[in-house]
């Protein structure tokens, strides 16, 4: 199988469950709902995953596809200062309208739990790869300052939108996530500004 369509395969089977997570609860999700709106297999199911639990950690793998599809509008967006605001406003949004307020307790929870891998916080993952890129480019342009390094900038970006997703979960959403961050998280990357 090749690696594009293995991802596809991984990707379709990741997407299917997190949209009858929302739609109907985990709980009452079963395997086979999602293999069948996946159009996967038994197998391919059980090939990637050893259970329904384990697609608690697969969020990360749906935001990094987002930041995917959002990378291609990025330079329409203005200052790199804009384009990380522009970032946490779509993830924000697909958040509240895709991602039930419950499951993402959920997963926060578990990485604060796990001892092994913390999906969040895998490095490697497009979604700090994207931030890299863009503070960088602030730095270069003389945007940004440059007596913060870029993987400075970087971790203190992701700490502040996990800051934001934690309060309102545990706020219960009595909030708009997305209108939220819009008010608070600039103020934390004027810090960026040179």
């Known amino acids: ?62 935001f990094d596809e987002k930041y995917e599809e959002l990378e291609e509008n990025l330079e329409r967006q203005g200052s790199c200062l804009d384009q990380l605001i522009y970032l946490n406003q779509e993830l924000f949004s697909m958040v509240e309208n895709s991602v039930s307020l419950d499951l993402l307790a959920q997963l926060l929870s578990t990485q604060l739990v796990t001892r092994g891998e913390k999906h969040l916080l895998d490095r490697s993952r497009y979604y700090f790869k994207l931030l890299r890129k863009i503070c960088l480019a602030g730095q270069e342009s003389g945007e940004f300052r440059t007596d913060m390094s870029v993987n400075e900038m970087v971790k203190l970006y992701a700490v502040a939108e996990r800051a934001l997703m934690y309060d309102w979960c545990i706020c219960n959403g009595e909030y708009s996530l997305k209108s939220y961050a819009a008010s608070t998280l600039p103020f934390f990357l004027n810090k960026f500004l040179a």
């Open 1 to 62: 199988m090749s690696k594009k369509s293995s991802k596809n395969t991984k990707g379709r089977i990741i997407s299917a469950a997190w949209s009858l997570f929302y739609d109907q609860g985990y709980d009452s999700t079963t395997v086979d709902e999602i293999i069948e709106l996946s159009g996967t297999s038994k197998g391919s199911f059980y090939h990637y995953f050893d259970g329904k639990s384990s697609l608690l950690g697969t969020l990360a793998y749906l």
